[in-house]
Structure formats: structure tokens, C-alpha cells
């Protein structure tokens, strides 16, 4: 009797570990002390780290930063910044970014409500190259 407690036990605890693994595989960002939270996004020609502060709704800023896929600085034309609600389907109008140093870009929004929300990043790396990535991000 005490084996098979023991058996349940322990596929409990393997149950607990996974479903906390899966949550942390998701793209969804991790959030800091200070509400913001940040998420990395990546394809094959391009990476962005992404952190939006606060993560809840009202006004928040999107600061971007790019690298190639050997983790060096990219230095793109330009970034526009989108979000969908995934809920309703709402688009907001694109947003374009301003530059900040080399690799770095950042968005103002003056009020973004709590939800899920798809995060897609528009890259132009050149006249001929353009990088598209999305992710989800949670408003709360």
C-alpha cells in the first residue's frame, strides 16, 4: 500500500514540474519587480529582447533591442511595433519606433487595456530585407 502511495506521489510531483516547465516555455515574459516584464523574440536573420513597462494597462513604453543570431548588435532601418488583441481581434495602428543607440528602439503608447495581446515587431534590415516576429504578452 505504501508503494503505490508513494508511485502517486511521485508521478504528482513529475505532473507539478511539467506543467511548471511548459509555463515557463512559453514566450509570455517574465515579470520584475517593477511590472515591467521582458520577452526575446527570434527567427532566423534576427532577435529582439522586448521589455514593456508596466506590464498593466494605462500608458506603457516598449523598448526594444536587436541582434543578429550570433548575438551581435543589428543595426536595422527601421521597427514598427503592432499589437492585436487576441481577444476581440482589435488591431491597433502600427507604430513606429524611435531609434535609440545602434540596436536599440523604443515605443510610447499613451493607453493599451488589460488583456492578452500579440506583440509582432516589424524589422527592415534593409531596402530588400525585412524581418517580421511576433509574440504574446499579457496586460494586466
Same mark, same amino acid.
Given at each position: 500500500?505504501?508503494?503505490?502511495?508513494? *508511485?502517486?506521489?511521485? !508521478?504528482?510531483?513529475?505532473?507539478?514540474? @511539467? %506543467?511548471?516547465? /511548459?509555463? @515557463? %516555455?512559453?514566450?509570455? @515574459?517574465?515579470?520584475?519587480?517593477? $511590472?515591467?516584464?521582458?520577452?526575446?523574440?527570434?527567427?532566423?536573420?534576427?532577435?529582439?529582447?522586448?521589455?514593456?513597462?508596466?506590464?498593466?494597462?494605462?500608458?506603457?513604453?516598449?523598448?526594444?533591442?536587436?541582434?543578429?543570431? $550570433?548575438?551581435?548588435?543589428?543595426?536595422?532601418?527601421?521597427? /514598427?511595433?503592432?499589437?492585436? $488583441?487576441?481577444? /476581440?481581434?482589435?488591431?491597433?495602428?502600427?507604430?513606429? %519606433?524611435?531609434?535609440?543607440?545602434?540596436?536599440?528602439? !523604443?515605443?510610447?503608447? %499613451?493607453?493599451?487595456?488589460?488583456?492578452?495581446?500579440?506583440?509582432?515587431?516589424?524589422? /527592415?534590415?534593409?531596402? @530588400? $530585407? *525585412?524581418?517580421?516576429?511576433?509574440?504574446?504578452?499579457?496586460?494586466?
Amino acid at each position: 500500500m505504501s508503494t503505490i502511495k508513494l *508511485h502517486m506521489t511521485t !508521478r504528482r510531483a513529475i505532473l507539478g514540474i @511539467a %506543467a511548471l516547465l /511548459s509555463v @515557463a %516555455a512559453t514566450p509570455m @515574459a517574465a515579470a520584475t519587480d517593477d $511590472d515591467s516584464f521582458f520577452t526575446h523574440l527570434h527567427t532566423e536573420k534576427a532577435m529582439a529582447n522586448v521589455t514593456v513597462s508596466p506590464g498593466r494597462a494605462g500608458p506603457l513604453e516598449i523598448a526594444i533591442q536587436l541582434e543578429t543570431t $550570433d548575438e551581435t548588435p543589428l543595426t536595422a532601418k527601421a521597427v /514598427s511595433v503592432t499589437l492585436v $488583441d487576441t481577444q /476581440s481581434g482589435r488591431t491597433l495602428a502600427p507604430v513606429e %519606433a524611435s531609434r535609440e543607440g545602434e540596436d536599440g528602439w !523604443r515605443v510610447k503608447l %499613451a493607453q493599451l487595456t488589460p488583456g492578452r495581446w500579440m506583440l509582432g515587431l516589424g524589422i /527592415s534590415i534593409s531596402e @530588400a $530585407d *525585412h524581418v517580421n516576429i511576433e509574440s504574446p504578452i499579457l496586460i494586466k
